[in-house]
């Protein structure tokens, strides 16, 4: 599969985005699906998990209350809706799928369980 994600850009600090990830092929709906993003000079981390299903969601500490993930298997899109965002937000967001089938593996965000990364997408908070 491969994916596409859209979306970043510049936003002052407490603006919203909202970001996409196109999906190609036909098993999309069978993978669980995640957002993880990387500031300049810092390691990846991750944002958001979701369940193939999307009945099943997952946050880091970091976003929770503040940013939603969801997904339109009939569109094989995923989404990251990213409300009062702040500086330290400021990253590249790269979506990624499991193909597992498995979600208790990847919903915490282990990396590794993910077998196809998207590009990435440019997100810039300013103060």
């Known amino acids: 599969v491969q994916l596409q994600a859209s979306g970043g850009g510049l936003v002052q600090a407490g603006g919203s985005l909202r970001l996409s990830c196109a999906a190609s092929?036909?098993?999309?709906?069978?993978?669980?699906m995640g957002w993880f993003r990387q500031a300049l000079g810092k390691e990846r981390e991750f944002v958001a998990s979701?369940?193939?299903?999307?009945?099943?969601?997952y946050y880091a500490d970091s976003v929770k209350g503040r940013f939603t993930i969801s997904r339109e298997n009939a569109k094989n899109t995923l989404y990251l809706q990213m409300n009062s965002l702040k500086p330290e937000d400021t990253a590249v967001y790269y979506c990624?799928?499991?193909?597992?089938?498995?979600?208790?593996?990847?919903?915490?965000?282990?990396?590794?369980?993910?077998?196809?990364w998207g590009q990435g997408t440019q997100v810039t908070v300013s103060s």
């Open positions: 092929g036909r098993t999309f709906s069978t993978y669980n």
């Open positions: 990624a799928a499991d193909r597992s089938g498995t979600y208790y593996y990847s919903r915490t965000g282990d990396p590794h369980q993910y077998d196809y």
């Open positions: 979701t369940s193939w299903s999307g009945d099943s969601t």
